[in-house]
Each structure stands twice: as C-alpha cells, then as structure tokens.
C-alpha cells in the first residue's frame, strides 16, 4: 500500500523549484514532476523533479570508466 510508504524527493540541489535557473527564493513558480518512482522494498514513493542524476557524486564521466587491467602483467592502470 502506497500511503504507508515515505517520500523522498529528488530535485535539482541548485533551486528550491525544479529549476536551476530559478535562483534565491522564487515566488509563483510550480514544482513540475517529470517521474513518480516506487522503491517498495526500501519503503519509499520518489517523486523526481527536473532533470537530475540519480546516483550522487557520479559526474558525467566517472574515473571508472579509466580504470583498466594489463592483460599481460596483470597491473591495473588509471587508478592513480
């Protein structure tokens, strides 16, 4: 049952509206919500406002994605 499940909203952290050209205090302005999400198990409704990333600290290109294995030495490189 949904009513007994908390919320946890997830916004720009740039504005207090969905909007992070919107800055300060913005009068008038309404919180449009681009996805309703349910994590049941967890025991939330996540409703998602604006266009963010869901996973924090991730950037757009992560140090992952430099991280590699030499194949012949078995050293691992871009680590450091």
């Known amino acids: 049952e949904l009513s007994k ?3 946890c909203m997830v916004k720009t952290h740039l504005s207090l509206s969905d909007d ?3 800055k ?3 009068k008038g302005w309404k919180l449009f919500v681009t996805k309703l ?3 049941q198990g967890a025991g939330f409704v996540v409703p ?3 266009a963010v990333k869901l996973m ?3 950037s757009s290109d992560p140090a992952y994605r430099r991280v590699d294995v ?4 078995g050293k ?3 680590l450091f």
């Open 48 to 50: 998602v406002a604006g």
């Open 5 to 7: 499940l908390g919320t």
């Open 56 to 58: 924090p600290g991730t």
């Open 70 to 73: 030499d194949t012949e030495t």
């Open 37 to 39: 999400l349910i994590y």
């Open 20 to 22: 992070p050209n919107k």
């Open 24 to 26: 300060g205090v913005p």
């Open 76 to 78: 691992v490189k871009g």
